[in-house]
């Protein structure tokens, strides 16, 4: 004898204006996602501490990545730092990160920017997903 499983029924989600707002805007401001979601603490943290590793590794003498180097870790390096949206593009207009890495912060100054950006990139999906039901 076959038992019937019952599956619940597929939410829907009637969400006004543009689905992608929220990974947008969480791409260019950290954790402006979040809070267009509605998640205010969990948008406020992520501003903090992506912004606190973005402005420390430059503290450090970071390396901010160009687009129109050939080497291959470069270019993952530039996708990485691309990441952190209006950040890099800040750090771009003003010159910061430019010189080369000269002592060891630097390196480290780098690696905390690129992952500050990378991190960026995790949070604006997960404000995408959250913002198109996806996730709970």
Known sequence: ???????????QTTSQGFLYSAL????LVPGAGHVLTGRWVRGLLLFVSIASMFWLGLAMQGKLYVPNTGDVLDM???AG?????LFYA???IFDLGHGAVQIATADYGTKFVVVA????FISAVD????RIGRKA
Do not use: E
């Open 1 to 11: 004898m076959a038992s019937k499983v019952q599956v619940p029924a597929k939410t």
């Open 24 to 27: 947008i805007l969480g791409w």
């Open 76 to 78: 993952l390096g530039f």
């Open 81 to 85: 730092d691309l990441g952190n949206g």
């Open 90 to 92: 800040l750090g771009r």
């Open 117 to 120: 950006g990378l991190l960026n």
């Open 127 to 130: 404000a995408h997903n959250l």
